[in-house]
């Protein structure tokens, strides 16, 4: 038998990162005496990892620029996690669904463009590291929407396509999803819009984590 897993992303689903992404990327440009991009712009980005997301920011610019402004923006937000300026508090409802899923027996995974350093520090934060069993993150993946942080995801936890379910609030992860033949799921409340996830083959759109909970199933 295999087991049941839920693969959530991170920024834009289970926590509300918003705010410290867009501090940290100006700082980043700042140093590099680069005007920032607009929020609109750099949330559209958010989910693609650091290089990826540098060169659909500045896509002129060369790789090795696209590289430098990436370190720029972990020591940015590494200055704000030492000045408490990061803030990532969670979606409505999620805590409680959390529980219950890992309570009725599903497997619990995170795909991400988050650092392991940050991911660890975010969950840890919210007392929810110890509920999940895999953690896929942009230090040892390529960018979504490549497959590989899913089908690393359902080898940790001993799953299958066909009992697995991603979760996410960006085109990036919609189309992640299905090139690893899983069932995706989109959320309303991140930061791509309801119909790009749609058109990005969504199977399905929750509108708050109630719904989310309906569409994921019995275990």
Known sequence: ??????VFDCDGTLVDSQHSICAAMARAFDDVKLPPPNRMAILAA??????????????DAEP????????????????????QGVQEPLYP???DLVMELDAAGWMLGVAT?????????????HGLLDRFVTLQTADRHPSK??????????????????TTVMIGDTSFDIAMGLAAGVRSIGVAWGYHLPDELIAAG??????????????????
């Open 113 to 125: 463009g988050k650092s392991d350093r940050g991911l660890n520090l975010c969950l840890a934060h």
């Open 145 to 162: 929407p490549h497959p590989s942080m899913l089908l690393t995801a359902m080898a940790e936890a001993g799953a299958e396509p066909a």
């Open 93 to 95: 409802g999620i805590v």
């Open 64 to 83: 090795d620029f696209h590289d430098h402004l990436t370190q720029r923006y972990k020591l940015a937000f590494q200055a704000m996690r030492r000045e």
């Open 202 to 219: 969504a199977h399905a759109m929750a509108m708050d984590s109630a719904q989310l909970r309906g569409h994921i199933g019995a275990p």
């Open 46 to 59: 958010v989910g693609l990892s650091l290089p990826v997301a540098m060169a659909r920011l500045l896509p």
């Open 1 to 6: 038998m295999s087991n049941r897993l839920v």
